[in-house]
């Protein structure tokens, strides 16, 4: 009965190369997220998805792009990964418009090498 | 520019003391605020959440907000070792054109309570 589930876990791959994460949540919530963790533990806003459509999008490179294949689905792919794109990737869920309780998934550890 | 402020401490308490956690924030359009606890290697999880002026409790957990101060507490009553967390506040605004924001974070309050 996981609420928001992030796959892989973990994700290690080599600069250069295009990568996706995967996030479900199975809250019905209608607002979806995207959150990056730096290694100084810094959580920072990077997306968010309302009934597929995206509302905001941080000042993030466009080599990240989220996907949205229906409410219940948030992925995020990477495209020309960077060193300092290694980080944790958490995906969250709220109802209404995200005045309402944020869940998060487990993260996702990306390393690039 | 929206930015949550918080000491990121370690912040170390004996047990059985009240923890008293800090935040500001510089964004007065901020509508709501939130309290995460995040334990090393896991995800973020909600402690309390706080909308008006006042305090809230739940269980050992006191949220305070003033607006007028721009300024967020949480205190942890009778601490306990498993208290010892990374605590993250963070302030939420939605748009007035329907769209909304995510959650702005402070940078965290790392927290020890000594047995």
């Known amino acids: 009965d996981t609420a928001v589930s992030q796959t892989p876990k973990y994700l290690v791959t080599q600069m250069g190369n295009d990568k996706s994460i995967k996030c479900e949540q199975n809250?019905?919530?209608?607002?979806m997220y995207w959150y990056k963790q730096d290694s100084k533990k810094f959580l920072k806003i990077m997306f968010s998805y309302n009934n597929k459509e995206l509302i905001i999008n941080e000042t993030v490179p466009n080599r990240f792009s989220p996907k949205s294949p229906d409410k219940a689905h948030l992925n995020l792919h990477i495209n020309s990964l960077e060193l300092g794109d290694s980080a944790v990737y958490f995906c969250?869920?709220?109802?209404?418009?995200?005045?309402?309780?944020?869940?998060f998934g487990p993260g996702t550890r990306l390393t690039v090498l | 520019q929206k930015e949550v402020e918080q000491n990121s401490g370690p912040l170390s308490v004996p047990e059985g003391a009240i923890a008293s956690l800090n935040c500001t924030y510089s964004?007065?359009?901020?509508?709501?605020f939130f309290w995460y606890r995040q334990y090393s290697g896991k995800s973020p999880e909600l402690i309390m959440s706080?909308?008006?002026?006042g305090d809230k409790e739940d269980g050992r957990f006191t949220a305070q907000l003033n607006k007028a101060s721009q300024y967020v507490s949480l205190l942890i009553r009778d601490s306990q070792p498993s208290d010892s967390a990374t605590y993250l506040c963070a302030a939420f605004r939605l748009y007035s054109g329907g769209g909304a924001d995510g959650l702005t974070f402070g940078k965290g309050t790392h927290l020890i309570i000594q047995p």
């Open positions: 964004d007065r359009v901020s509508q709501s």
């Open positions: 809250l019905g919530h209608d607002t």
């Open positions: 706080i909308y008006s002026n």
């Open positions: 969250a869920s709220s109802s209404t418009s995200g005045s309402d309780t944020q869940y």
